[in-house]
């Protein structure tokens, strides 16, 4: 799985759009971008995954670049509830099979009231 | 859609004496659960894949003999800590992958081991 680069920690008023960088330079062709994020003491929470398109569901919107080397969890507005560490990993989506995830270290995000 | 719950959410026990954690698929199946191992002020360490119906595998440096799994359906999957010591003590959590397809993983809450 490619490596990912993340900000260790980011600040953000609430109500204002919280936008979360991610490198990905080494991200192969069949490789998919997933976010999740883990609220403290409590299991990661799925946010979102896309491979080439921007996807936007009820959580975030994933803007991912035309080269596919970075992308960006964007959540529309923030609520002190969103505090939580924020993880990008990319890895093969596969049909038939499946690996455990690799968790970097994420990104701290805070949510300032 | 697509509940993971775990149980217990915290266990606490003394030092010798084995542990079993359940993880549970609520509303789908999941042929390949995982297990998860998450240190304090650390990132979640893959420890083992549980496939149902086969035997685990195991990451590197995880013994098969400490850590106990069984996949007996598709729906749960057990984590059993044998001969705990204090050294275990962690937050284990669990995930589920959806047999659709899609590939994407849903992690349990977690539970909290603490050996004394």
């Known amino acids: 799985d490619a490596k990912t680069t993340q900000p260790p920690s980011m600040d953000c008023a609430e109500g204002r759009a919280a936008n979360l960088p991610c490198n990905h330079s080494?991200?192969?062709?069949?490789?998919?971008v997933y976010w999740y994020r883990q609220i403290h003491s409590q299991g990661p929470q799925y946010i979102i995954h896309?491979?080439?398109n921007n996807e936007t569901n009820e959580m975030a919107s994933l803007i991912i670049t035309e080269d596919r080397k970075s992308s960006t969890l964007i959540l529309p507005h923030a609520t002190l509830r969103d505090t939580a560490v924020y993880y990008c990993i990319v890895r093969v989506n596969k049909g038939g099979g499946a690996d455990g995830l690799t968790f970097g270290k994420g990104t701290h995000l805070i949510i300032q009231p | 859609g697509a509940v993971v719950s775990q149980h217990p959410s915290w266990v606490i026990c003394k030092s010798g004496t084995s542990v079993k954690i359940e993880c549970r698929s609520l509303d789908f199946q999941a042929t390949t659960m995982f297990w998860y191992r998450q240190f304090p002020k650390q990132s979640l360490m893959l420890m083992a894949t549980?496939?149902?119906?086969?035997?685990?595998?195991?990451e590197q440096g995880v013994e098969k003999d400490k850590f106990l799994i069984n996949h007996a359906s598709l729906t749960l999957s057990t984590l059993t800590v044998t001969s705990a010591h204090p050294e275990d003590s962690s937050f284990y959590i669990c995930?589920?992958?959806?047999?659709?397809?899609?590939?994407?993983?849903?992690f349990g809450p977690g539970t909290r081991l603490t050996v004394l």
């Open positions: 080494t991200i192969s062709g069949n490789e998919y």
């Open positions: 896309g491979l080439k």
């Open positions: 549980s496939n149902e119906g086969s035997k685990a595998t195991y």
């Open positions: 995930s589920a992958r959806e047999t659709t397809g899609t590939d994407t993983q849903y």
